[in-house]
């Protein structure tokens, strides 16, 4: 492989290698079954717990709050239709949003097919939840309040700690999504009166297929996955114990270094952002200009196609993603850019680029003057582009 820029971290990160060499005698050496007796069994619960304590410490949680998963979509949905089932008696109109990951608006729409009521608050042009609208949006049958940290598309923050409050002063459960948020923004679960939160391994250069979810303590949830005592019974499957192990690995090395990380990060997406803004005419940023994740950058080109340039920039060894078209399957663009108000011709033109610890300034030059070189190509063989460049020199 020649050269590779990648940046796409949130759509998943490379596993760190120390990460890596911490799982590996979980694979090999001790990999007995973390609920028989012998001591080789006894290794994996002890490892188990080490993570739990790990993580519990990074969002100041309990170790017993925090439940292992297959991953984000697993926490997800575990929050949404256990709480569902489990406070139905009380009500059954949930509170979300309309820019959350595909793992909440779809199991909303599941819950919907039986009865639930969901309410989709919208969100301003930067990707801001409309925190007053959401408020009022609450009724005595409200059980839930589901708002992702931070958004995957756009990078934007939410409001998450006024959100919080608002649920606590009503009585409602809080949960969110912060998959993306996880390790990339301090988190603290009492300050944020967060009742749920919803995490991932593979975005933190940690394993794919491993996440958690944490539960407070006296929050009435159903088990999820029926069948062994694991996870205080509440998710069944023998543990997956290297992934677990690596997952405890990656919080810890994520947090130790998030400070100094996201500043560097920060401060070359700036870099990014004013370099495409100033150079490329006809550009916008999308998501909100400082409350934004320090590791995106997501633009929208008028007169292109997004999908065209991730490929024209695949091969010049870029990774990014669009925010358009096929790669959901489908023909309309991301409802992350409807919601904010992007008109569907701009929104079909969107590039997300997020970047990773090691991202330099030298691979943002070498993008920037890519992508800048790649969008004027595409532009000259626009008709659309040509129509308008001949009006506006009318
Ligand atoms: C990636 C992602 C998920 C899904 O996590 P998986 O571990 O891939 O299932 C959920 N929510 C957000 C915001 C994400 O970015």
Redesign the pocket.
């Known amino acids: 492989m020649g050269k590779l820029i990648y940046l796409d971290n ?3 990160t490379k596993t760190s290698p120390t990460v890596v060499e911490a799982m590996l005698p979980y694979f090999t050496e001790y990999y007995g079954n973390a609920s028989s007796i012998y001591s080789i069994g006894t290794k994996s619960k002890e490892a188990i717990n080490k993570s739990r304590e790990t993580i519990a410490a990074t969002l100041g949680a309990k170790p017993e709050e925090i439940y292992f998963t297959a ?4 926490s ?1 949905n575990w929050a949404l239709k256990a709480t569902a089932e489990a406070y139905e008696s009380k009500g059954k109109h949930i509170i979300t949003t309309k820019i959350e ?1 595909h ?2 608006l779809h199991t909303c729409e599941y819950l919907e097919k039986r009865g639930y009521e969901i309410s989709y608050i919208d969100v301003d042009e930067n990707g801001k939840v409309k925190v007053d609208e959401l408020e009022r949006a609450i009724r005595p049958d409200t059980i839930l309040i589901s708002v ?1 940290f931070a ?2 598309e756009i990078g934007t923050i939410q409001p998450i700690k006024e959100i919080g409050e608002i649920a606590k002063k009503h009585g409602i459960l809080f949960h969110t ?1 912060a ?2 948020a996880y390790g990339q923004l301090p988190i603290n679960v009492d300050e944020y009166h967060i009742d749920m939160l ?1 995490s ?4 933190l250069n940690g394993p ?1 297929g491993i ?1 958690f979810l944490y539960i407070r303590k006296g929050v009435k949830i159903r088990s999820f996955i029926h069948g062994g005592a694991q996870e205080r019974k509440r998710r069944a499957g023998t543990e997956n114990v290297p992934g677990i192990v690596g997952y405890g690995k990656a919080a810890e090395e994520a947090f130790a270094t998030m400070k100094e990380r996201t500043a560097k990060e920060a401060k070359l997406r700036d870099y990014l952002i004013d370099r495409v803004l100033k150079e490329i005419p006809y550009t916008r940023l999308n998501g909100h200009r400082t409350d934004r994740l320090p590791n995106n950058a997501n633009f929208s080109f008028q007169f292109i196609e997004g999908e065209s340039l991730l490929i024209m920039l695949d091969m010049k060894g870029i990774c990014g993603s669009s925010g358009s078209a096929c790669t959901s399957g489908s023909l309309d663009p991301s409802h992350v850019l409807m919601a904010i108000g992007l008109p569907h011709e701009i929104a079909h033109g969107s590039l997300r680029l997020t970047l990773g610890a090691d991202t330099t300034k030298e691979d943002i030059d070498y993008v920037v003057d890519e992508t800048k070189a790649i969008v004027e190509r595409l532009r000259s063989m626009s008709p659309l582009y040509e129509d308008f460049v001949k009006k506006s020199q009318q």
């Open positions: 949130a759509a998943t991953g984000g979509s697993e997800d990951h793992a909440i992702m958004n995957n999504d998959v993306q919803s991932s391994g593979h975005k794919k996440g």
